[in-house]
């Protein structure tokens, strides 16, 4: 009678398991969401007040403002809306995370008050202290500066998203490459003229081409991964 797989030697049954453990390789660690995004919102945010700065000049009175608590709120609602899509964009694909609508809602929240604030704050002029609407400084090309310094941030977090959820759709690179937009947005209110049809038109529409390119090398790139 034949003996069953189990009472074989050792040295029978070796190269079958060998054969199967042949093609094996070692999976990296997902990257730690919250180490991402501390490392992101750093190196991305230096990025883009270096290239700012070296792009050309602020605006006149730019640092003035500042010190207004309008301006401030807008600049704080900005960069709090870049660091939860970028949040939201790494953990929306990954098993196992809290419900979408969890992780949606702070960003859209964020997002809505942070565009609402940008057009229609500066009619609180007189209850919060704001920016006057001018065209001082204005910068011919702010437009094409704002989706050239999304590039590296953009990149940044799609290599993360790949690193972090493997089957990252184009959901998850929407949020990031938005993520990757709203900084320059933010940053060009400071370098280009203040007034909320201009920003419109030309500080905040790249968030939405960023959009975009992000949620298609998403499916092109992490997925495939």
């Known amino acids: 009678m034949e003996q069953p797989d189990a009472a074989r030697p050792a040295e029978e049954q070796s190269p079958f398991l060998d054969a199967l453990v042949a093609d094996l390789q070692p999976v990296q660690p997902a990257l730690a969401w919250g180490w991402v995004v501390l490392a992101w919102s750093a190196l991305a945010g230096g990025f883009l007040v270096a290239a700012v700065l070296t792009s050309g000049s602020l605006r006149v009175g730019a640092l003035d403002d500042l010190t207004r608590a309008g301006f401030a709120l807008e600049l704080t609602l900005g960069l709090a809306t870049a660091v939860a899509l970028l949040a939201a964009g790494l953990e929306i694909d990954v098993p196992g995370r809290p419900s979408r609508t969890r992780l949606l809602t702070p960003a859209v929240i964020l ?19 704001h920016p006057e609407i001018s065209v001082v400084g204005k910068r011919k090309d702010c437009f094409v500066e704002g989706l050239a310094m999304s590039l590296l941030p953009g990149a940044l977090a799609l290599w993360s998203l790949r690193r972090r959820a493997w089957g990252a759709g184009w959901a998850s690179g929407a949020l990031v490459g938005m993520a990757a937009g709203a900084l320059p947005a ?35 790139l992490v997925r495939r991964s």
């Open 111 to 129: 997002a809505l008050a942070w565009v609402g604030w940008t057009l229609a704050g500066h009619e609180l002029i007189d209850l919060l202290e």
């Open 186 to 220: 933010t940053t060009m209110q400071l370098a280009c003229m203040y007034a909320p049809d201009h920003a419109l038109r030309f500080h905040l529409s790249p968030v939405l081409i960023a959009a975009g390119v992000g949620a298609i090398l998403a499916m092109l």
